[in-house]
């Protein structure tokens, strides 16, 4: 299995500013061993930049100088530190600094140990699993709407035009003590792990990622197509895409 990771990140047709954020790091020579971070800030002027800059930043400094090992609890409470490390930083720069008062952040993380994948999130970027039969959404939403729709006050329709569609309820940097949730998973030859911000998902709908996905077979044009398509549709906000894919090898 060789895997290929890739980003793109975009500012849209409407925004000024782009405030995601992505990096990568590891997979070199195609090995599944590495990681990638998507952030997609917010708050006023370019504080939006400067916390998912901050989350990018913080964390792949935090993975990359960890001695990690090979178990889950190992690898689990690295990521949880780098992003409690993150959120520290983050949080203590907006109440220290006016002009960065109340920004916050999005993360969304992929660690790849081997076969094994580990997904933290909060927020409402996403991690998506792509196999050959169909599209999955790995993570849930911190958002008003997720809790509307898990209640069912609204339904699937009505959260895709709702009002208050990008409110969260949780992101990086906006109190002092946060929490993640954590997902582990075996990933296959032939799969592939879309994270991408709101951008995206708000402007394209899981059939067409899933369609487009299946249609660019390389990882460059895929990543490409997604957000172009998202701006075809509008291109409301900053798109950023990252795609793992988990290539067979002959
Ligand atoms: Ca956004």
Redesign the pocket.
Known sequence: MKVSAVGVTDTGLVRALNE?SFLISGFENGLPYGFCILA?GMGGHNAGEVASAMATEIIANELSNSEIGNSEEEIVSTITASLDYANNEIYNKSVSNSANAGMGTTAVVIYLNGKTAYIANIGDSRAYLIEEDGITQLTTDHSIVQKLLESGSITPEEARNHPEKNIITKALGTEPVEDYDIYEFSVQEGDKILLC???LSDMIDDSQINDILHQFINPDEAANALVAAAKENGGR??ITVVLISFIKED
């Open positions: 995601d997609d911000s709101d951008g906000d900053n």
